[in-house]
């Protein structure tokens, strides 16, 4: 889904993809009941599919005006890849601006002083990683942080792009990664920028040249459906994206079993549960544990009692 405004209206919407690098494909977005809000419906893709896609909108007197690439990829990674993007991981003494990459510009974070430090969480299962920071210095530095001890940091004078500041091992569990503007080669520097910050696990892993790595944690229950009326034994399905590897489901708060993939699918017994309205939950989780991801969906359990 997108949104799209225009002062003389919008005449069309179209969103246009590419998957591993091949012919492009394009298709319009229906407008909703929604304002200014437009969406489509793409065909099913492959786990570990690289997906580059952008969304053009056209006027009523022919103006358009199209996003920069995108590049999403699809299910989950076969060795732990843990993508943190600035503007939304991250908080602290940074503010929003732009980064030249790819062509366009992208959303980020900068710092005009030294000192300034930026903090957001990563969940992960341990093991050696390679961090890399989507950034540009404009003369000043920028260091990476975790557990207190400085990872690396990037080059002051290179062009903004991906940079590989070094490597880390670390243990399972919950980490929080620090952002620190540092002092550059120039007594009078610019303000430094930063898009993204990456850590894999995967040793063959490098950045795509020309855009941001979103490797964005996503969970959605495919059914039943919100309302549904269950009975007898139901398979409960969901999905996910990212580093989601597996799924938690619940019944009124209580556990039900995990279930791994994507898909992430099981089998439960309604005869045990009250006729009625319930609250159905699934929790998504990684290779750590529990990510804080988590929705919730009312469904009515009705069987047929006995004598009825």
């Excluded at 690098?21 to 065909?43: F, I, K, N, S």
């Excluded at 005009?112 to 930026?118: E, I, K, M, Q, V």
């Excluded at 957001?120 to 975790?146: F, K």
Aim: hydrophobic content about 40%; overall charge positive; cysteine-free.
């Amino acid at each position: 889904s997108a949104r799209a405004f225009g002062p003389r209206g919008i005449e069309e919407v179209t969103v246009s993809w590419r998957v591993n690098g091949g012919g492009t494909l394009t298709v319009p977005m229906e407008a909703l009941e929604w304002p200014q809000t437009y969406r489509a419906r793409l065909p099913r893709f492959s786990n570990r599919d690289r997906v580059e896609w952008w969304i053009t909108a056209r006027d009523s007197e022919g103006s358009q005006a199209t996003t920069p690439p995108s590049l999403i990829v699809v299910g989950s990674w076969a060795r732990e890849t843990a993508a943190l993007v600035a503007t939304r991981e991250f908080t602290g003494d940074w503010k929003p601006d732009t980064i030249a990459f790819g062509g366009g510009k992208l959303i980020a974070r900068s710092a005009d002083a030294d000192g300034l430090t930026d903090e957001g969480p990563v969940n992960l299962t341990g093991g050696n990683y390679a961090v890399w920071v989507l950034a540009g210095g404009r003369g000043r530095g920028l260091g990476i942080y975790v557990k207190g001890k400085r990872i690396g940091g990037i080059d002051p004078n290179a062009p903004d792009g991906w940079q590989f500041v070094g490597r880390i091992r670390l243990e399972v569990g919950h980490y929080r990664v620090k952002v620190v503007s540092e002092p550059g080669p120039a007594p009078t520097a610019g303000a430094a920028r930063y898009a993204a910050v990456v850590f894999s696990a995967d040793r063959t892993f490098r950045p795509p040249a020309h855009h941001l790595l979103d490797v964005f944690n996503y969970l959605s229950l495919l059914h039943p459906r919100a309302d549904q009326v269950i009975s007898g034994r139901v398979k409960l399905l969901a999905t996910g994206a990212g580093n989601i590897t597996g799924a938690q489901f619940y019944l009124d708060g209580e556990p039900l079993r995990r279930a791994f993939g994507p898909p992430f699918s099981l089998e439960f017994s309604t005869t045990r549960y009250g006729n009625g309205r319930h609250l159905l939950k699934v929790e998504g989780l990684d290779r750590a544990g529990p990510t804080g991801l988590s929705l919730e969906v009312p469904v009515v359990i009705s069987n047929r009692t006995p004598g009825s």
